[in-house]
Antibody, heavy 120, light 109 residues
Framework: EVQLLESGGDFIQPGGSLRLSCVVS????????MNWVRQAPGKGLEWVAG????????HYAESVRGRFTISRDNSKKTLYLRLSTLTAEDTAIYYC?????????????WGQGTLVTVSS | EIVLTQSPGTLSLSPGERATLSCRAS???????LAWYQQKPGQAPRLLIH???SRATGIPDRFSGSGSGTDFTLTISRLEPEDFAVYYC??????????FGQGTKLEIK
């Protein structure tokens, strides 16, 4: 069974930093690109960042480029997202999600999410 | 950047009825890059349809997708109580990698 488990969400002050983690099981992590998608309270879905299977290629949404860093450790089957220079607009549930060429790169597996709240 | 616009914002129907949800892209997109997700309150999104019309694993056949170019549709043939949720269309592209529509809330009438 494919499982993705995020952690690291917290209540943090504006300007602060945080690292989110996503530990996976049930599939060969090193063979798949991974992504972070966020959802502000009561709002829709926003893709944040993606990383290739090897970690050699990363992509970011314009809203987070230069402030967020996606990375992975294939030996630990873990995906990370480093968040910095946080603002209230970054308050959201952050989901990790796996994509798959067999589903035309759609996001076929998601974690349950971890909540980041940015407030003074 | 491609913008996806979903309509209606809210759709009120009864169990057993047919639901038709629309997703319009700001420019023509490849059908292989269009997907649909379902999200229930307090849950993560779930992939329903990829490549415009291919059902994801375990998705009932009452869910179907169609469309091309700029206009895509998710149809639920006969609504079950568990189908009332928010639905998002999504495009996979270059920059950004993924774009989502704003969502359609399907509520019980």
């Amino acid at each position: 069974e494919v499982q993705l488990l995020e952690s690291g969400g917290d209540f943090i002050q504006p300007g602060g930093s945080l690292r989110l983690s996503c530990v996976v099981s049930g599939f060969s992590f090193s063979n798949y690109a991974m992504n972070w998608v966020r959802q502000a309270p009561g709002k829709g879905l926003e893709w944040v960042a993606g990383i290739s299977s090897t970690g050699g290629s990363t992509h970011y949404a314009e809203s987070v480029r230069g402030r967020f860093t996606i990375s992975r450790d294939n030996s630990k089957k873990t995906l990370y997202l480093r968040l910095s220079t946080l603002t209230a607009e970054d308050t959201a549930i952050y989901y990790c999600a796996k994509d798959d060429r067999r589903t035309n790169w759609a996001l076929d597996s998601w974690g349950q999410g971890t909540l980041v709240t940015v407030s003074s | 950047e491609i913008v996806l616009t979903q309509s209606p914002g809210t759709l009120s129907l009864s169990p057993g009825e047919r639901a038709t949800l629309s997703c319009r892209a700001s420019q023509s997109v490849s059908g292989s890059s269009l997907a649909w997700y379902q999200q229930k309150p307090g849950q993560a999104p779930r992939l329903l349809i990829h490549g415009t019309s291919s059902r994801a694993t375990g998705i009932p056949d009452r869910f179907s997708g169609s469309g091309s170019g700029t206009d895509f549709t998710l149809t639920i043939s006969r609504l079950e109580p568990e189908d009332f949720a928010v639905y998002y269309c999504q495009h996979y592209g270059n920059s950004p990698l993924y774009t989502f529509g704003q969502g359609t809330k399907l509520e019980i009438k």
